[in-house]
């Protein structure tokens, strides 16, 4: 059994559970090292103190589960077959059919619930979230690696990027620039829509790119990440096209000084709410604080958004083995705006920090 898990296990019996039914993605893929997209497909994981592990799949994806390495039991459904009846044949085999079983509240559906709750109607159900984002939150060295290497592969798109600016290109024109040269690189997937953004457009922390066009004395915002091996990267960099004005550059080192001081605050230990507030009171004293309209960060890693929120009241103490982004940003309705981010990770020595591309004020001729 994985050392995943067997630690779920423990946790099931430090927290008086017999069950926990896991049927998000991201949780799924993290105890079966299975990654699928399930469309509208049951998938699910059961780990019991009752029985050896169960995954439950369509049966078109039985070889691919074995073939990423699960050992054990399987639902493998098909299209036609209902697969909570196929469950409740396997709980009833033995008859000990779990009274405590933990699902996860933010993912499950009333229509997926009210079908669990058929199976076990005797069943009283909890929240997994907690025990799962405990779990998840501490990356082991093998997870480091790859977040590492998806950063890189980061980097290079905003490299790609920013080689793309020209006058006359639009911002759509760049992301395609962006994404074929990922593809060709091996990348099979952005972590989330990529973002090229300009103009006044950046003042809008998540706009829409468009066939906007770039022209002279435009900020250009770079967003983007890539799945590598099943986890994801995220960063941030803008930069100057030709010309740029004393305030938009007082905005920029605004923001580079309020990251570097967010990084700099990154200690074993320290409350992820310090981390934000850090970089918050450097943008606050510059006179721009009623225009950083987000937290500092997230937790990263089988998702983009991940536990913890590195939001100022959150007192969570950082850990080794932490991965999560550092991204103040300045947005000033009308102008444009600025965001700096980078995907840190938390070592023994300190923060490391996995995103390497430049971060100095660049001017694009």
């Keep these: 059994m994985t050392n995943r898990l067997n630690t779920l296990l423990r946790k099931l019996k430090e927290n008086d559970l017999d069950s926990m039914l896991v049927t998000s993605t991201a949780n799924f893929y993290y105890l079966s090292n299975y990654y699928t997209d399930p469309h509208e497909r049951v998938i699910a994981v059961y780990v019991s103190r009752f029985h050896d592990p169960l995954l439950i799949l369509p049966a078109m994806e039985k070889e691919d589960a074995k073939h990423a390495g699960w050992e054990y039991e399987m639902i493998a459904y098909s299209d036609h077959e209902d697969p909570w009846q196929l469950f409740k044949q ?25 079908q669990v709750k058929a199976v076990l109607p005797n069943a009283t159900f909890s929240d997994a979230q907690e025990i799962l984002a405990d779990m998840r939150v501490v990356k082991s060295k093998q997870e480091y690696s790859l ?82 091996g099943g986890y994801c990267s995220d960063t941030t960099r803008t930069v100057a096209y030709k010309s740029i004005t004393p305030e938009q550059q007082t905005i920029y080192n605004t923001v580079l000084e309020a990251e570097t001081k967010a990084i700099e ?37 089988i998702e ?13 103490p950082l850990a080794a083995g932490m991965s999560y982004t550092i991204e103040p940003g300045i947005y000033v309705p009308g102008k444009g705006g600025v965001r700096i981010e980078d ?19 660049q001017i694009i001729d």
């Design 90 to 114: 396997f709980l009833q085999r033995d008859g000990r059919t779990p009274q405590s079983v933990a699902v996860e509240r933010n993912h499950l559906t009333l229509e997926r619930y009210e």
């Design 147 to 228: 977040l590492k290497e998806a950063a890189a592969l980061a980097d290079f798109g905003v490299e790609t990027g920013v080689k793309a600016i020209n006058e006359g290109v639009s911002e759509l024109e760049i992301i395609a620039k962006i994404e074929y040269e990922l593809k060709k690189q091996g990348v099979e997937q952005m972590s989330f829509s990529t973002m090229t953004l300009s103009g006044a457009k950046t003042s809008s922390p998540h706009g829409t790119p468009s066939m906007k066009k770039i022209e002279k004395g435009d900020m250009v915002l770079f967003d983007l990440g890539v799945v590598h």
């Design 265 to 301: 605050a990154s200690k074993i230990g320290t409350a992820v709410g310090d981390i934000d507030k850090a970089a918050r009171s450097h943008i606050e004293q510059a006179g721009y604080g009623d225009y950083f309209t987000h937290r500092i960060g997230h937790g990263l890693g």
């Design 304 to 316: 983009t958004h991940e536990f913890p929120s590195m939001h100022g009241q959150n007192r969570l």
């Design 343 to 361: 995907m840190v990770f938390m070592t023994d020595e300190g923060p490391e920090t996995l995103t390497k591309f430049p971060k100095e004020l």
